[in-house]
């Protein structure tokens, strides 16, 4: 089985914090992506990534940031926190080849 | 911006009976996949059908696709109360493979 597992379950920060989550998958895939989700919009792609050190912007990546150091790990970034960043942030994966993502758990971030 | 647009936004049907969700996008596509998400976890991948199917079934779901209205359906046959969750349509296009989400529709199964 695919396991996608991310850092917290639940964060809270304060406004102007920097913020880490981490993505973790065990199935050696080429592609991981950030995703966050809030009520009415859906799932919207921040970043993606289709190989170490490499980065995509999605279509909201204002705010944020990603570092992919190894294969296995996807960090998503914000520089300093605002309100409006409160959402569920949700990283998948997926290999090479293959057209559907496996997901993680989500990340509730609330920033105060 | 988002491909896909879900309908119903919300569902609530009696343990037993069938649902349906329809969703319906904007550009061609290379294929389209249904996820479901219960509630506070991550999504789970349900179907893919590509653009050059029609319908495609797996257990008790079915998940029709239409190129020229641009719009699929996923039907649940005899619900479940486990059935409960938001069930998202995603989009891939031709060029690309990046997943594409609508809004979702929340389905609530009574037992």
């Known amino acids: 089985d695919v396991k996608v597992t991310q850092s917290s379950r639940y964060l809270v920060k304060r406004t102007g914090e920097k913020v880490f989550l981490e993505c973790v998958q065990d199935?050696?895939?080429?592609?991981m992506f950030w995703y966050r989700q809030d009520p009415g919009l859906g799932l919207r792609l921040i970043y993606f990534s289709y190989d170490v050190k490499m980065k995509e912007k999605g279509d909201i990546p204002e705010g944020y940031s990603v570092s992919r150091e190894k294969k296995e790990r996807f960090s998503l970034i914000l520089e300093s926190a605002s309100t409006n960043q409160t959402s569920m942030y949700l990283c998948a994966s997926r290999p090479a080849g293959v057209e559907t993502q496996y997901f993680g758990p989500g990340t509730r971030l609330l920033v105060l | 911006s988002q491909q896909g647009e879900e309908d119903p936004q919300a569902l609530s049907i009696q343990e037993g009976e069938n649902a349906t969700m329809n969703c319906s996008y904007k550009?061609?596509?290379?294929?389209l996949q249904w996820y479901r998400q219960n509630s506070g976890r991550g999504l789970v991948h349900l179907i893919l059908i590509r653009s050059n199917e029609r319908e495609k079934h797996s257990g008790r779901l079915r998940v029709t696709l239409d190129t020229s209205k641009k719009s699929s359906s996923l039907l649940i046959t005899a619900s479940r109360a486990a059935d409960t969750a938001s069930y998202f349509c995603a989009t891939v296009s031709p060029s690309g493979s990046r997943l594409t989400f609508g809004e979702g529709t929340q389905l609530t199964v009574n037992p």
């Open positions: 550009t061609s596509i290379n294929n």
């Open positions: 199935m050696d895939h080429e592609n």
